[in-house]
């Protein structure tokens, strides 16, 4: 049975049982308390939380996964074990309060053993301590050997969090034989012999917040097969990188770098990390993650670079990822047919961060080889490998590891302390959550979601379900009804505002925005009355804002799919954000847009707009939508059944947001700014309509005052600038040559002694300072110099400048005097320059300069 054989018996076996097949969701999840989605659940996770009701009582999927980062973290077990992955697929089979153990662990036996064809001699079952039931099904109803069946504690407990759900789980594993290690069970013996390949998790408590344990009203099911873990005991072979799934790759891998697989376990290793890191870096970039410094960015760039890094100490000096890349596309897109689809993107985005890794690599190597060789690590060396040559502080205790050298973390810390921003792969925190959602659950389960009805509509008749004061945001009430017109916050567009009237009470909408899943809540003023709950509501939206929302969003589409056309493919949404005064848009790109190509994009969109082309929208299932080309955002969440936006010509995209009629009604849009706000990550803002009205206005305003005040025509300003500019650097140049001239005056009488001189001169600038205390150190004899002015009364300039056979350092001569003035110096050798505010203190700093100047230069000379 090869990998697509076993992923079709498995999802048929569950189909066949009235499980909905559910397709894998990406790996980029919406759960904020993980960093990739690391298992089956993460998708149904509010189902299982009661935030959302299930669609479905039952389901089945194969989910993609990675554990690269954050809590779960396998990267530095990959290429040492026969079974750990960093990507891996995820089997499942789900319910939702309909069955419980006494289905699920037939279904799972039977699967394996009569689906699979494993051998029954050959499977152990671990239960929990505490599961009786369990065990009595496994052993008396499935007929396992009470001797294969083994108890154990924190192994088998599952739970999602501290509180909340929890239960205990069933593990089922496979006896690969005496010859991988000791015998014992599961529970006893060798792990590389007892490989798990099924856990059952038997979701039947809540815990509450003192540690008591109470019986779920509906217990679910979640379990979770590693598809490779199964796929080597299926096909018979020791290792998951023995499969058809990984040798392919791991033979690209070997013929790439010349080495044969098998020939020494050193050399394996770093083959086994090309071709697993080779399918993680595949998938992370279909799923929309690019390579940067921050979040899951930098966990996809480690992958990379840990591939490479591997590559390049196998004597590899070309590039490598090209052919992995494209091994990992032709093996996996019969199963995943976008990345079939996403070729040349996924080919090009990671053979370019391949290339700028490359780059320095030879030199970083060479220094990090030289650090080995002595014995030791520095952290100002690690500190240098990171900053200069690209080098995670990770990979550099990988090879000192190797080479069981090590590293000066706590100095590379130092190193680090004033300068780091990255983002650390678990730093993504739980900001916006809301702690509390008992209530929100309650109108959830008495009243069902929100309709929302505000595509088509300003105005609306609901009825008044829940009226309580906010204490997300003091002051204002949460308005609830049975149905809305107000659009909740949602895919970078702001929430709607208005007037919700009741007979007996008035309210002004300040936002909307969703809580629960699919409950809208209406952030209100209470203006006027007293609510009474179920009476009807006259719900009016503020239309004018709504229409400066809805041309920035259909602006948005369009300069999405404007920069596409003009820069390529590789651009991609990562962020947006609309509001009624402008919108901006975060997307992936490598430079600035230069003038030209900016003008394109502006082009390109409102020769759109021009064309006043009706914007269409349609509904129909996600699959169907994306294989027709649609565009999804990055970060969106979407149902099996989405809304389709096609606006214009071309741009065509999955959005539920609010958008104008025809293109028309936009009006222009303009671009204001764009610039960097990340590694290969850009952001553009603009305006359309009235907004883009009044920046004309504003910019012809600005020409026009600038016209009036040098006295020529609107038409003649940019020439008249030039003019003027020509004759500011003549006398800029004219105002230099008089300063060097009284620099060297002031220089000429400077009187120095004992082969140094100390000169105040306040109302100098900085760098007129600076000239002087090269000037006077050019005079013969002179081995230092120290000059210190104070400009506008208020800030302190010391500059030192020593000749180069004095034997002195330049920052060492001011660095105790520029602390006592209040700021400091970096280390330099030949001229330093410091500064500070305690002006009062500087005659006497100067002093105590004299007297250290005096001790070193007598020092030196005995």
């Known amino acids: 049975m090869d990998a697509n054989q076993l992923r079709k018996a498995f999802t048929d076996f569950f189909v066949d049982r009235g499980h909905v097949a559910v397709p894998s969701a990406s790996l980029i999840p919406h759960d904020q308390t993980v960093l990739f989605t ?27 996964c990675v554990r690269a980062g954050g809590k779960h973290n396998d990267l530095d077990n990959i290429g040492l074990t026969s079974r750990h992955l960093t990507f891996f697929e995820m089997l499942g089979n789900f319910s939702f309060g309909d069955y419980f153990k006494e289905k699920a662990i037939p279904y799972a036996w039977e699967l394996v053993t009569e689906v699979l064809k494993l051998d029954p001699t050959k499977l152990w079952i671990t239960v929990h301590l505490s599961d009786d039931e369990a065990e009595r099904i496994w052993r008396d109803e499935v007929g396992v050997p009470a001797e294969r069946i083994q108890r154990m504690d924190e192994d088998n407990w599952w739970q999602m969090a501290d509180t909340g759900p929890c239960g205990p789980c069933s593990e089922i594993y496979y006896d690969k034989g005496e010859s991988y290690g000791a015998d014992g069970g599961p529970a006893l013996g060798s792990d590389e012999r007892f490989m798990e390949i099924w856990n059952l998790v038997f979701m039947q408590y809540d815990r509450q917040p003192d540690g008591e344990l109470v019986l779920l009203p509906k217990p679910c099911i979640d379990t979770g097969a590693g598809f490779e873990r199964i796929l080597p005991v299926v096909q018979g072979k020791g290792s998951v990188y023995d499969t058809d799934l990984l040798q392919p790759i791991l033979q690209t891998a070997g013929r790439l770098t010349g080495i044969r697989y098998g020939d020494t376990e050193a ?11 080779s399918r993680s870096m595949t998938f992370l970039v279909a799923d929309g993650v690019f390579p940067s410094n921050e979040g899951r960015g930098y966990v996809l760039r480690r992958i990379i670079r840990r591939a490479v890094l591997r590559s390049y100490q196998l004597g590899t000096e070309t590039l490598v990822t090209p052919d992995l890349v494209s091994t990992v596309i032709e093996n996996m897109s019969g199963a995943y047919p976008e990345l ?24 970083g190597s060479a220094q990090l080889e030289e650090e080995l060789l002595a014995g030791v690590v520095s952290g100002e060396v690690a500190f240098r490998l990171h900053d200069t040559f690209g080098f995670p502080i990770e990979l550099t205790l990988e090879v000192a590891k190797e080479r069981g050298i090590e590293v000066d973390l706590v100095g590379f810390e130092e190193n680090m302390a004033k300068q780091r921003s990255m983002a650390r792969a678990a730093g993504l925190g739980n900001e916006g959550v809301e702690t509390d959602l008992e209530h929100y659950r309650s109108l959830l389960d008495g009243f069902g979601s929100t309709e929302f009805t505000g595509h088509t509509t300003y105005e609306e008749h609901g009825r008044l379900l829940a009226v309580i004061r906010s204490e997300a945001r003091p002051g204002l009430y949460e308005v609830f009804l049975d149905r809305t017109c107000f659009y909740p916050e949602g895919g970078g567009q702001v929430g709607d505002t208005g007037v919700i009237q009741t007979e007996s009470a008035q309210f002004t909408v300040v936002d909307t925005n969703y809580v629960a899943g699919s409950v809208i809540r209406h952030f209100a003023e209470l203006t006027s009355g007293s609510p009474v709950i179920g009476e009807l509501a006259t719900l009016k939206v503020d239309a004018q804002r709504r229409d400066a929302i809805r041309r920035n969003h259909t602006g948005t589409h369009l300069l999405h799919w404007a920069l596409r056309r003009v820069l390529g493919d590789h651009v991609r949404q990562q962020g947006s954000l609309v509001t009624p005064d402008r919108l901006r848009f975060d997307f992936t790109h490598y430079g600035p847009l230069t003038l030209e190509e900016r003008r394109k994009v502006e082009a390109l969109v409102n020769a759109e707009i021009i064309s006043n082309v009706e914007v ?20 969106d969440k979407y149902a099996d059944v989405v809304r389709v936006v096609k606006a214009g010509s071309s741009s065509v995209e999955l959005c539920g947001g609010i958008h104008v009629d025809s293109l028309g009604m936009i009006g222009l849009c303009q671009i204001v700014s764009e610039g960097s706000i990340g590694s ?16 004309v206005w504003e910019l012809e305003t600005l020409i026009s005052d600038t016209a009036e005040i040098l006295r020529v025509s609107p038409a003649e300003v940019a020439d008249k600038v030039a003019q003027m500019r020509a004759h500011e650097k003549v006398l800029l140049d004219q105002i230099k040559a008089m300063s060097a001239e009284r620099i060297r005056a002031i220089a000429e009488g400077v009187t120095a002694s004992e082969g140094f001189a100390i000169v105040r001169w306040d109302g100098m600038s900085a760098d007129d300072l600076r000239q002087l205390a090269i000037q006077v150190r050019s005079r013969p004899g002179l081995k230092a110099v120290v000059v210190a002015g104070v400009q506008d009364g208020a800030k302190v300039t010391l500059v030192a400048a020593v000749s180069k056979d004095s034997g002195l350092v330049a920052s060492e001569l001011i660095s105790d005097a520029a602390r006592e003035l209040g700021g400091g110096v970096g280390r330099q050798v030949d001229l330093a320059v410091a500064g500070g505010k305690e002006v009062e203190k500087l005659e006497g700093v100067l002093v105590q300069v004299r007297a250290d100047l005096v001790a070193r230069l007598s020092d030196g000379n005995s």
Do not use: C, W
């Open 38 to 64: 690391v298992a089956g659940m993460v998708p149904f996770k509010p189902y299982f939380l009661g935030e959302v009701p299930a669609p479905y009582p039952r389901a089945t999927s194969i989910q993609k």
């Open 680 to 695: 290969n990550t850009r952001r553009l803002e603009a305006v359309t309509g009235e907004g883009a009205l009044r920046r």
């Open 616 to 635: 269409k929208t349609d509904l129909m299932p996600k699959q169907a939508a994306l294989d027709a080309g649609a565009m999804a955002f990055f970060g």
């Open 267 to 277: 050399n394996d290793v770093k083959l086994r990390i090309m071709a697993d890191h």
């Open 340 to 363: 079939e689809r996403q070729r040349d993107y996924l080919v090009s985005t990671i053979a370019r961060e391949e290339e700028r890794f490359r780059q320095t690599l030879k030199t």
